[in-house]
């Protein structure tokens, strides 16, 4: 199982982005996927999830209403669409299946920065 996340970089606040997690090794159209993030000296924690079919998405209440998780089953990859992004967002930000303890992948760094 592989989790490849990509699309971070330093972005201004406000601004947008929009992360990929491309995925390998499980049928991915059976599970639901979820994003995290792990701030400098913070715990990891959950951002967005989607269910395997895409029907139903949950967020964090930090990034209700900025952020999109969205998912092309064709691709076995996951997006986390970021807008009007705040400074507090920095993190390294990971995929991984929503029900199963997965090992992280590398992460793709997010920097809120002016």
């Known amino acids: 199982v592989q989790f490849v996340e990509s699309g971070g970089g330093l972005v201004q606040p406000g601004g947008s982005l929009r992360l990929s997690c491309t995925t390998s090794g499980f049928t991915f159209s059976m599970y639901g996927m979820s994003w995290y993030r792990q701030a400098p000296g913070n715990e990891r924690t959950r951002v967005a999830t989607?269910?395997?079919?895409?029907?139903?998405?949950d967020y964090a209440d930090s990034v209700k209403g900025r952020f999109t998780i969205s998912r092309d089953n064709a691709k076995n990859t996951v997006y986390l669409q970021m807008n009007n992004v705040r400074p507090d967002y920095t993190a390294v930000y990971h995929c991984?299946?929503?029900?199963?303890?997965?090992?992280w992948g590398q992460g793709t760094q997010v920097t809120v920065s002016s």
């Open positions: 989607i269910t395997s079919s895409g029907c139903w998405t």
């Open positions: 991984k299946r929503a029900t199963v303890g997965d090992s």
